[in-house]
T-cell receptor, first 110, second 119 residues
Framework: RKEVEQDPGPFNVPEGATVAFNCTYS??????FFWYRQDCRKEPKLLMS???SGNEDGRFTAQLNRASQYISLLIRDSKLSDSATYLC???????????FGKGTHLIIQP | GAVVSQHPSRVICKSGTSVKIECRSL??????MFWYRQFPKKSLMLMAT?????????EQGVEKDKFLINHASLTLSTLTVTSAHPEDSSFYIC???????????????FGPGTRLTVT
């Protein structure tokens, strides 16, 4: 079983729509969770951390379900500039490095 | 703040040669730096964790004698790919974790990456 699994997409979504991604992780000892955004041939950039209580940052809402070991990201009122690959990232239990999912490719269409 | 640079951004080398990639934290001190590798359409994979002044910790399957890591200061880590082969062609990305208390314990800041092509 892969450590972090995401639907690779692509998700083709009209501008202004709401889109949601999920991600599942296998390591129950994972302590921290993040969503990163990666544009084509660029480095990943932190979008937001994911907290157990759920958190919101503008149009973006992240939620964590530890019992089911999944993380979600919701994007409201999507913009053309939201087109990117969204990476689900977790930390390994006791390890410092980040474990990345393959990413979900999002395409916002005008 | 929290800017990480990498040099070079792109390198093409012949099989059998060695290539050094530098990773610098420009405006913060990083006690820990990480090296990742990303093959096309694949996820980033952690290669090694380096702590300033000590030996790097390599992930399973990563040859430490082939990928030499030096973390000589709080702002600089280098990755040397020795005797490079075409299968080493990849996108190498470093990240740094701030030693200050302002960011979360696992937040990492990524460099722009180095695209290595071995012919």
């Amino acid at each position: 079983r892969k450590e972090v699994e995401q639907d690779p997409g692509p998700f083709n979504v009209p501008e202004g729509a709401t889109v949601a991604f999920n991600c599942t992780y296998s390591n129950s000892a994972s302590q921290s969770f993040f969503w990163y955004r990666q544009d084509c041939r660029k480095e990943p950039k932190l979008l937001m951390s994911v907290y157990s209580s759920g958190n919101e940052d503008g149009r973006f809402t992240a939620q964590l379900n530890r019992a089911s070991q999944y993380i979600s990201l919701l994007i409201r009122d999507s913009k053309l500039s939201d087109s990117a690959t969204y990476l689900c990232v977790v930390t390994g239990g006791g390890a410092d490095g980040l474990t990345f999912g393959k990413g979900t490719h999002l395409i916002i269409q005008p | 703040g929290a800017v990480v640079s990498q040099h070079p951004s792109r390198v093409i080398c012949k099989s059998g040669t060695s290539v050094k990639i530098e990773c610098r934290s420009l405006d913060f001190q990083a006690t820990t730096m990480f090296w990742y590798r990303q093959f096309p359409k694949k996820s980033l994979m952690l290669m090694a964790t380096s702590n300033e002044g000590s030996k790097a910790t390599y992930e399973q399957g990563v040859e430490k004698d082939k990928f030499l890591i030096n973390h000589a200061s709080l702002t600089l880590s280098t990755l040397t790919v020795t005797s490079a082969h075409p299968e080493d062609s990849s996108f190498y990305i470093c990240s740094a974790r701030s030693s200050s208390g302002t960011s979360g314990p696992y937040e990492q800041y990524f460099g722009p990456g180095t695209r290595l092509t071995v012919t």
